[in-house]
């Protein structure tokens, strides 16, 4: 139920930078690639890279989620994948890029993805030795 919750935030994110990425494709008068075009491109690599950590990153929570009943973890990893994704976005998405939100954001998308897929691998290990 938990990561539903995250799932559900990041599925309105994800429609917004949609958007974002329509509108700047239509002020470029360009359906497809960027032509160039440096603001196109920024927008379109914040909904790709998006699109590219978000989903694997919900199954690893889910998983964690549903096997191991961790809420306050779940809770953190979700938190932590939001903030992220919305710090990238940020950063990315301005013309003069402040990098401290671009790497802020991939430093928290990163760890969770790193804590999660630890937490995975090492969970059994755990309730071997108990």
Known sequence: MI??????LLGLL???LSALTI???RRASVALGDAGDIGLQ???RVHANFSEYVPIT?????MIESLYALPVLVHLLGLGLLIGRLSHA?????????????ITGMAL???????AAL???GMPVLRAMI
């Open 109 to 115: 998308t990163f760890s969770v993805i790193g804590i």
């Open 3 to 8: 990561t539903s919750v995250y799932a559900a």
């Open 58 to 62: 919900l199954i690893l929570i889910y």
């Open 42 to 44: 920024r927008t379109i």
């Open 90 to 102: 940020y950063g990315v998405s301005q013309p003069r890029e402040d990098f401290r939100f671009r």
């Open 14 to 16: 994800f429609i917004r």
């Open 119 to 121: 937490t995975l691998l």
């Open 23 to 25: 509108r700047e494709r």
